[in-house]
């Protein structure tokens, strides 16, 4: 049997594997499903219509999958999905999607979210992110994976922070930022490549130069996108895999990307 403590408030239709270890005073909700080694330490609220995965550490005074704070919702059936081996630190809420979206909000696995991160309706988060304490992330907003928040930044609706790419602390996303690129600011502006993110990956001196060539290609020698794009493809996609990255970042961007 899993490991409910008995002061718990557990919904009768909700689903606990019987390895998941449920804390003091938590509080789950009806539709709730939680996976298997996954851990809600104490005082944890999971309100309803939320799937949580497997080995999953959340910690006291969360709120997961809550409903949102769009104006326009009503009630409607939405969802919150969790993936794996997320750790959810302190005073964290998650909030399910809308239906003006897809009417769900998604996390995937092996992420980090520190105390007091905000992650609204219709999110999707990507894997192996870490996004630090009291970073709020608005409706709508795609995150990749492998990427880096720093603490107390805001995320405008809508944008898209590609994979592999660095935010430094306190700064404002009002746009797009692309694959690799480390940001910061208010409003936020490029400084140059994630180098150090990918020495700790290993990658090679040959990729990295080629990444390097890259983003001066597309920030630092006044090309328009149309012209950077072409130099991207035909040059240096051959020479480098990754480039592609940072090709789809420019083409998908409908709000124009950090520069």
Known sequence: MSQIHPTAIIAPDATIHETAVIGPYCIIGEAVTIGAHTTLHRHVVVTRNTLIGEHNQIYQFASIGEDCQDLKYAGETTWLEIGDHNVIREACSFHRGTIQDKALTKIGSHNLFMVNTHVAHD?????????????????????????????????????????????????????????????????????????????????????????????????????????????????????????????????????????
């Open 123 to 259: 999110c999707v988060v990507g894997d192996h992110n870490v996004i630090a304490n009291n970073v709020g992330v608005a409706g709508h907003v795609h995150i990749g994976s492998h990427t880096i928040i720093g603490g107390n930044s805001g995320i405008h609706q809508f944008c898209c922070i590609d994979d592999y790419s660095l935010i430094g602390g306190a700064s404002l996303i009002l746009k797009d930022v692309a694959a690799f690129t480390m940001v910061s600011g208010n409003p936020a502006s490029a400084h140059g490549l994630n180098i150090e993110g990918m020495r700790r990956k290993g990658w090679s001196k040959e990729t990295i130069n080629v990444l390097r060539q890259a983003y001066r290609t597309i920030f630092r020698i006044g090309l328009t996108t149309k012209q950077a794009l072409v130099i991207l493809e035909e040059e240096m996609l051959p020479k480098e895999p990754k480039v592609a990255l940072l090709i789809n970042s420019l083409k998908n961007s409908k709000r124009g990307v950090v520069r």
